[in-house]
């Protein structure tokens, strides 16, 4: 004997559970709108994507933002060659801020007190002007005394 289907009739509030064995499946609820709030929503979802489309646009005024240099990076690496070619404890100074531009130079100062002397009993201050330049955007440095 046939039996036609029999329609699963859904719920507007709840989801319908079907029970198999040792497992659940929950169907989704389907909801219509009104047609007054789909046009709102559809009208929000023009507008949204029209703000965020102009968003995108480029403009006179719009600049990539640039990226400053480690600067303490910068200092921290020349004291470390000044200590180790050269057996000396200094104070490295750089500018502040450096655009982190290929082809950028600027100066560091590097200070401190060298032993002179027989037995290094005399002490002599030094300041050393290092020149360092980007050599490029990724904040890749090289420096000379």
Known sequence: MYHAPVPIKRSILKPVLFVATRSAVILPTRRTLSAPRQAII??????LTATTI???GSSKNSHPTKLNLNI???QQSIEQSILSERHLHAKVTCPATVPQEKGKIFTCTATGVAATGKHG???SPFNTLFTVTVQNNQGYVTYSS
């Open 54 to 56: 102009s968003a995108c």
């Open 72 to 74: 303490t990076h910068v």
């Open 42 to 47: 559809g009208t929000l979802v023009v507008a």
């Open 121 to 123: 009993k005399h002490k």
